[in-house]
């Protein structure tokens, strides 16, 4: 079957890529994903200047998932930029660049100095990281997130996506939507973790991660509702050139398929990337493909979006 996507004009071969923070930290952690039979590659969010991130413990497996309190370790913008322009140059293109500035200001420079560099390929912002301490989720702030877009689209005039946290209200996707569907957005990237949940280690009866008291946004299986939720939702409600990428709770091909359905046209693997590793790709791809031959899809455009209510 084809599982061809294209964003743009930028190709995906298969739509599973991975998810910002999760074995991508590193160029050698790119290259293994690049090297693998994932769609494309996703780099961790970037702040300006490199990172070390929280103290350790700070991610921990669950029965159904994860929790993390990475505070966003990376080696820095520079880094990032500096490998997806290389990549470009080898003639790859199916990369997204993250980036996570620390405050508004902070993400303006960033896109100003991806738009004076030579990179072409998807950017995609977080406005929904939960493990800074001190610093909310802007995507909860929904004039900040206005305000931002109104900013960056003075001068940006790349591919643009935006990673958001998950919504529980259908009123904040009314919302949302109305304010993202005033700018050129290339697509829209639900779910981040649910973020400052809590688990508890029965015999010490403490937290589990040592930032900010043991809250830590949670990803995985306990996830995918709320990140099926949420891709119906704006798939509802953004105009149609909004892309979605679906990321939350996937290990399985039945979970792309699932997600594809919602509306999503690229997914992402996040927490069951990690104890897997880059064979998840080939494993989770080759179950979709499985799925579409037992009914009949050829292509995802033949499904995609398509759930049916009862
Ligand atoms: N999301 C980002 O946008 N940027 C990050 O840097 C980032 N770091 C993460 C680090 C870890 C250890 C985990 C588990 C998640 C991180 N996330 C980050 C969120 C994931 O990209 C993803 O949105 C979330 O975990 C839900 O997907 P999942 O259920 O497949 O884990």
């Known amino acids: 079957s084809n599982l061809q996507v294209s964003i743009n004009d930028i190709n995906f071969n298969n739509p599973v890529l991975n998810a910002a923070g999760v074995r991508c930290q590193s160029t050698t952690e790119l290259d293994a994903i690049l090297a693998s039979t994932a769609g494309g590659a996703v780099t ?13 413990p700070r991610m921990q497996s669950l029965p159904f998932g994860s929790i993390n309190s990475m505070g966003l370790p990376n080696y820095g913008f ?4 500096d490998y997806v322009i290389n990549q470009q140059i080898a003639g790859n293109q199916n990369l997204i660049l993250s980036i996570a500035g620390l405050s508004i200001a902070e993400n303006l420079t960033m896109l100003r100095q991806i738009q004076a560099s030579d990179y072409q390929g998807l950017v995609e912002l977080n406005l929904s990281c939960p493990n800074v301490a001190g610093k909310s989720q802007v995507g909860y702030d929904f004039e900040a997130v206005a305000d931002i877009l109104a900013a960056a689209f003075t001068f940006f005039d790349g591919h643009l996506g935006l990673k958001l946290p998950p919504y529980f209200d259908l009123n904040q996707f009314d919302e949302l939507s109305a304010i993202l569907n005033q700018y050129p957005l290339t697509y829209v990237n639900s779910i981040n973790s649910i973020g400052n949940g809590l688990a508890v280690d029965l015999d010490t009866e403490t937290v589990v991660i040592k ?14 509702p709320t990140a099926l939720a949420n891709i119906r939702a704006f798939r509802l409600r953004l105009n149609p050139a909004i892309k979605i990428i679906g990321t939350g709770g996937i290990s399985s091909g039945q979970d792309v398929f699932e997600h594809i359905l ?9 927490t069951a990337f990690g ?22 899809y050829r292509s995802l455009a033949d499904f995609r979006g398509k759930l049916k209510i009862i």
């Open 78 to 81: 520079d880094y990032y930029l």
């Open 211 to 224: 930032p900010k008291a043991g809250f830590g946004g949670i990803g995985g299986d306990y996830v995918k």
């Open 275 to 296: 104890p897997e590793g880059t064979p998840i790709f080939e494993r989770v791809t080759d179950e979709l493909e499985t799925i579409m031959v037992a009914k009949g």
């Open 262 to 270: 919602c509306g999503a046209d690229l997914v992402q693997i996040g």
């Open 44 to 56: 961790k969010s970037a702040t300006l200047q490199p990172r070390n991130g929280n103290e350790t």
